[in-house]
């Protein structure tokens, strides 16, 4: 029952796989470059070197799940935007389905629902999303998409909400979608799912169901 | 049966119009600025003011079909890439989804298909055209989706292929794309079907079938 971390150099990728490797949760961290693979080698993670523009399919060997949280992220330039989180989430998915994975868990982003309603700088980082969450939706292949609020970097408070209404805010730390990432991961029951994720007053347990 | 083109103030829409209105196709043109309009109040067409990034609904009232050859072109920023060709095309998909409307044609693009076989500086603009391509299948809108070779000004022949094999070439000029869709527009029983479209030796009957 390996999984799979797509972008598991992000700020995101590291929280969730250091929680992993605590949880003794089997994981293969795909990086793409040996500069990168340094941080997993030191703390004995099993990592490959893959690249999401390039050769990709030999980082699924003998992985059964896939976690994509890679992200050229909203502050890089929107070409990076469409080869990285929209096409490479597109190949991740391509590939989840030839290989047979059980399931594809995606990092989104809560306004990925409605990119003209996010604020205009980031319009078009929710538009690849969106396409991207439609993408795989489509694919048949076992899906949970989980959609977190703007982040910080505020410590784990283990508690979460599932829509901005309960959580009277719309922020979530890293480090609590880190900890919701591994709930999911560990809850294989939970398939074709959408969540919203915020800082909240719940356990992932309680929120994610 | 009037066609809603947008993006009709592109080199390919105008040419598409001219085409139209030449064989007492009915459409109207949707454009972004009453300057766009000028050139088309000043032939007698119908026009719509509307804007894929804002008031989008009303540009559909009394049409029955939609023609989708905006495009931001591979020469803007990948920020309109997303904004028009990905996400308008996605709004439009879902419009025409909620309006019922009998077919949705759409201009993509040859390489669409396989973005990372595409030249380099093209791949962001090929993501996005095959994201859209997809959003629009799911949709359950009956769909016909053309994918043009690299554009030329060259005059219409009025002969097409439908690849690259039987082309010899990748190249297609904007005259014989607005040829062959104001064929698709006049065959409506063309749907749930895509063709590469080369500049080649067979009429657009003869090709699009």
């Known amino acids: 029952m390996t999984i799979l971390v797509v972008g598991a150099n992000g700020q995101i990728g590291r929280q969730f ?51 994509f949280t890679a992200g050229s992220g909203p502050r890089t330039g929107p070409d990076k935007t469409l080869l990285i989180d ?62 977190p609020g703007r982040l910080t970097d505020d410590p784990a408070t283990g508690r979460v909400a599932t829509s901005v209404k309960e959580a009277g805010d719309n922020v979530v730390s890293r480090a609590n979608v880190a900890a919701a990432l591994l709930y999911l991961v560990r809850t294989p029951s939970l398939v074709n799912r959408e969540f919203a994720l915020l800082d909240g007053t719940r356990t992932p347990e309680e929120a994610l169901f």
């Open 86 to 147: 929209l096409h490479g989430a597109m190949r991740v998915a391509d590939l989840a389905k030839s290989k047979g994975l059980s399931r594809y868990i995606m990092v989104s982003a809560l306004r990925a629902d409605d990119p003209l309603r996010a604020p205009e700088k980031l319009r078009p980082y929710m538009a690849a999303k969106k396409a991207a969450d439609d993408y795989l939706k489509n694919r048949g292949v076992p899906y949970v998409i989980l959609k």
């Open 17 to 67: 796989c250091q929680l992993a490797q605590d949880a003794a949760v089997p994981f293969r961290a795909m990086v793409r470059s040996t500069e990168q693979q340094a941080w997993f080698r030191e703390r004995g993670m099993d990592s490959v070197l893959a690249d999401l523009e390039g050769d990709l399919d030999h980082a699924f060997d003998g992985c059964d799940q896939v976690l």
